[in-house]
């Protein structure tokens, strides 16, 4: 494994990386700048109006008759522009426009050389076209009678084009709109990397993989809210959809990785409590079953068993009854018939028929159903479930179900909760790690931790809460996808 600084990182390194936060952030990256551009198209379009207006006059020094003394252009333009905007100027012109005051015009106005030449462009505005056109009307005049007082005003600063009506230059909302939307992507592009770096949930399948240093096996999607209600497995209910495909290929993933190791007791557990432990050992061993392998399914997560709800046995003995020697273990053992999977049209309800199990199934296992399992549920809850896992008579039931079946799946509580699962990995000979999408960083960090000082060899892990089930790159987190009570119980 690498250090831990290399492995729990959430820097993005590859484009699909950048592309990943994208999608996760859209939200904040679409809704600022449409939100900034709303805002700002609003409050400029509310603004009162303003209107320019420009003259523009030939500052020509020959028209002048300047003494012949050298001087430089650039200083002669400026010097010019900076006596059109001078205070005495906007005194004479504001004198001639009722309501205006010199501070208020030269506010209001400017004098631009015109690139390249000796023309100024004298600009004014105000709150109508009109008055607009009448104040650089007067800072024209002005200008030229300023530069040459009496008669020949005209001919030595002549007026090349007369002010026109104000045309408007404020608001401009459009072009504020888009100017806020910009700055709103930029901020909320912003956020999304600054909420990224932030977040303690791990985003991606990548650094799972990294920080546990084991193969992922499956994704897996979150059951339909009608299954989730109805506690139903989804390989019953719905043997062709997607999602019980998603069993089929784990169950293959599982035989793969298992082919070296032969190991016939696969323990899954997971972080935390919620994280769709049970839900994927119940479907997997019913996949195991379908291609007819002998498979027993044990509930061994004492605290909360939650198997015999799953398959609907009631009231059940189980391994606890076993191991303390009140019931054999072929009396505990359910046979589970499982309902043979109809065709895909007829998939909607009444193909979830019910399990046939206990006495109503044949003794040969085979009835009209396609495969069976069998359930060793978790039967009376002892006071002390880690204690009770230490007995080594639970390790013999174990064995002695995996010499009488293929395949023996346990179900198990959170590793990091409490003790019993670190418990449990002493007696099976392989583990299946159920991880879901968003787990928190240090959580991952605790269990790569703990498995690593495992016994059972860690098949791979299994991710819950996938949303784009087939994204070869990251994926979409979910943030509906476990329950509030999750986090409540660890
Ligand atoms: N693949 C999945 N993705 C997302 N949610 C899932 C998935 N599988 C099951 N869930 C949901 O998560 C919740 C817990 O499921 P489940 O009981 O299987 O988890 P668990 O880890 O066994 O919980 P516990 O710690 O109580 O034993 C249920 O609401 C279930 O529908
Ligand atoms: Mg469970």
């Not at 080594?392 to 174990?398: F, L, N, P």
């Not at 087939?470 to 999750?486: C, I, M, N, T, V």
């Amino acid at each position: 494994m690498n250090s831990t600084t290399d492995t729990f990182t959430n820097r993005p390194t590859s484009a699909a990386d950048y592309v990943a936060i994208f999608r996760r952030r859209k939200w904040v990256i679409i809704s600022l700048p449409v939100m900034a551009a709303v805002i700002t198209y609003i409050l400029s379009a509310t603004q009162s109006p303003v209107y320019q207006s420009s003259a523009a006059v030939s500052i020509d020094p020959a028209t002048f008759s300047l003494p012949n003394v050298p001087y430089d252009p650039t200083t002669y333009i400026a010097t010019q522009a900076r006596v059109a905007h001078s205070t005495e100027l906007a005194r004479r012109v504001a004198k001639r426009i009722p309501g205006e005051t010199p501070g208020e015009f030269l506010a209001n106005s400017s004098a631009e050389p015109q690139t390249g030449t000796y023309i100024l462009q004298l600009k004014a505005s105000a709150d109508t076209p009109d008055r607009a056109r009448r104040l650089a009307d007067a800072y024209a005049r002005e200008f030229q009678l300023y530069k040459a007082p009496g008669k020949q005003s005209a001919s030595k600063a002549p007026i090349l084009d007369p002010a026109g009506a104000g045309a408007k230059i404020r608001p401009r909302p459009k072009r504020n709109a888009i100017l806020g939307g910009l700055l709103g992507l930029v901020l909320g592009v912003g956020l999304a990397f600054l909420a990224e770096a932030l977040d303690r949930r791990v985003q991606s399948e990548d650094e799972i993989e990294r920080a546990l240093a084991v193969p992922l096996l499956g994704r897996l999607r979150r059951p339909d809210r009608a299954l989730e209600t109805a506690n139903r497995l989804v390989m019953v209910a719905a043997p062709s959809s997607p999602s019980a495909e998603a069993f089929r290929k784990l169950r293959t993933s599982v035989e793969f990785v298992n082919f070296d190791q032969h190991a016939r007791t696969i323990m899954v557990t997971s972080a935390g409590p919620r994280e769709g432990k049970s839900t994927t050992v119940a479907n997997l061993a019913i996949a195991f079953a379908r291609v007819g392998r002998r498979v027993a399914l044990v509930d061994l997560d004492l605290r909360w068993p939650s198997l015999q709800s799953l398959f609907r046995v009631r009231g059940a003995d189980g391994i606890t009854d076993v191991v303390i020697g009140r019931v054999s273990l072929d009396d505990a053992l359910q046979p589970v018939a499982l309902p043979a999977p109809a065709p895909a049209a007829a998939e909607d309800g009444a193909n979830g028929r019910a399990f046939t199990t206990g006495a109503s199934v044949r003794s040969n296992g085979r009835t009209d159903a396609e495969g069976m399992l069998h359930l060793l549920p978790c039967g009376t809850i002892p006071p002390a479930a880690d204690e009770f896992l230490e007995r080594s008579r639970v390790a013999g039931v174990i064995d002695q179900l995996s010499s009488r079946f293929d395949l023996v799946l346990i179900d198990a509580p959170p590793l990091l909760a409490v003790g019993d699962a670190m418990t449990l990995t002493t007696k099976v000979d392989a583990v299946v790690v159920v991880t879901p999408v968003g787990i928190d960083r240090h959580h991952l960090h605790e269990l790569a931790r703990q498995l690593q000082t495992a016994r059972a060899e860690i098949l791979g892990f299994v991710l819950t809460g996938v949303t784009h089930a087939d994204s070869s790159y990251g994926y979409g987190y979910d943030p509906q996808a476990f329950p509030a009570e999750r986090r409540e119980r660890v």
